[in-house]
């Protein structure tokens, strides 16, 4: 199991339908084609021997590596050097545009910097996570994988230009390319899925045309970034990393571009993040709103109103998540035959939780209408009269038991967090039906708004630890509840705030990373334990700047840095050793990161 690379090993690349994960060893050991949620072609980071990769690394040499982007991009440079020479491959995916493709290319270049480097190419696709078959046709310029349900096309780069000393190996499944590179060599392969065409010697000078198109995409985008603080380079690979985490012909982000990636190593909780949660919406438009990226915001807030259309008119609740392309259909299995990453087994995907009842992500969903609104991006009619239509909904509904944020699977119960997240419902639809004199039952709107302010108070706090509980049956402390002087249920200088505060800090809080939750003292319904969760620590900054305590904030915040990927990536937790587990990159870390960042320079700058 050692030969699984960390999880924080990796770089992500991709072009805005799907995306690739990228090992320092040079192996690409995740990619799902024609999108996000997609089957995997190479799934080597679940099984390294049935999922298979696509290596591109030096062969028979001794060496050290590095990985780095090229400034203000998610070009992917790794860097491998030795006694003999310095080579370095240039990892990149094109953009594939805003219609929905099959054809998806993944550009692997290698260019050698000093002396000479023997490498080795080698291409094992496993179609459908392993679980097709698959024929290798041999074409004068290249390869074609032939599967039931897709193509891909091999094509060598600048092989003759070069004239590279290479060996070629074939087998039932794979093809591998062994030779030597010396100062000066640029060369590679290009990797294309759903081509039509036949493979073909592809000339250096057309890769160089497509990388510079590529890299001079990501920067015309992040110029539009209206971030200056302090953490400027941080938050600015925050948001690339979100934009490589947004299916382009919808606007619908995913929570990961991975499957599987266990919370615990060798534990159960394996889930599948590949999809786009209603509860991002808030959070995702209102980092893409301060940042300056107000197109993505709008194109977001539009995928948002179309499932909450989509749920009125079929008479039913909104899902809490959804497919990329907003279908609904994520039924959960295990892949059996996958031994999962570093034995976590079972592997899953789908995600049975979909059809959970989560009432937080009607708060979410109206704290974003709000906070577009407040940016000046007014609801539509149609998206008003949605918007309402829920609300009423959730007159009706809301003083029930729920399954909660974390998607536990012991039954439901009266949890604190959704319950806040409702009275955000209602809150901000009064104040938006108010300011834009949008029709509404806004007596009812209060009336609700009132009942849960007064019962959260009077339930959600526990004399016990003293302190907001994670929900009314329990006196466990919840690290989502860090929120509350964010959304305005309670002022930072609350004393049943304070007291909450000093609660987690003694529970929850290990230096600067911060756990969700305790399952052994409230049961979640599977085995293991949990680690540190990144979002509830970057939150953590934020209601410690809140609560008035700046210096600690800051410290805070820069300890959290130190747990990033070489590359500045973020996975959804981090054990005590500092190992990030689960599913990677998560946008809820990278989201949380760029509010906190954003809320700290306000306060250290002395604005409100």
Known sequence: MDSYPAVEAHGLIGDLQTAALVAMD???????????????????????????????????????????????????????LSA???????????????????????VRMIRIVRGSMRFRIDCQPRFNYGRDPHELDVYPEGHVFRSPSLTLALSPVGFDELRVDAEMRRSKEGVSIVGTFHEGAYGGVVLETGSVDQPRVIGTGEVRDLLVQTRDFWRRWLSRSRYTGRWRETVERSAMTLKLMTYAPTGALVAAPTAGLPEQIGGVRNWDYRYTWMRDAAFSVRALLILGFTDEAQQYLHWVNDRVREAKERETRPQIMYRVDGSSDITEETLDHFEGYRGSAPVRIGNG?????????????????????????????????NAAGTVDWLCDNWDQPEDGIWETRSGRQDFTYGRLMSWVAFDRAVRLAHRRGRPGDTNRWVSARNQIYDQIMARGFHPGPGAFVQHYASDVLDGSLLIMPTIGLVSPDDLMWQSTLRAMDATLVSDSLVYRYDPNASPDGLPGQENTFTMCSFWYVRALAQSGRLEDATLTFEKMLTYSSPLGLYSEEITPTGEQVGNFPQAFSHLSLITAAVNLDQLLDGRP
């Open 26 to 80: 040079g192996t690409v050991d995740w990619f799902c084609a024609p999108r996000f949620d997609s089957p995997s072609l190479f799934g080597g980071l679940l099984d390294r021997h049935k999922g298979g990769h696509f290596q591109v690394s030096p062969d028979g040499v001794d060496y050290t590596s590095k990985q780095l982007y090229l400034p203000g991009t998610p070009i992917l440079i790794t860097r491998f």
């Open 84 to 106: 003999d020479g310095v080579g370095e491959l240039v990892d990149f995916m094109p953009v594939a545009g805003d219609v929905a493709t099959d054809r998806h290319r993944l």
């Open 353 to 385: 939780a979909a059809n959970q009842l989560q009432f937080d992500i009607y708060g979410e969903v109206l704290m974003a209408l709000h906070v577009a609104d407040c940016h000046g991006f007014q609801a539509t009619r149609e998206g008003w009269m």
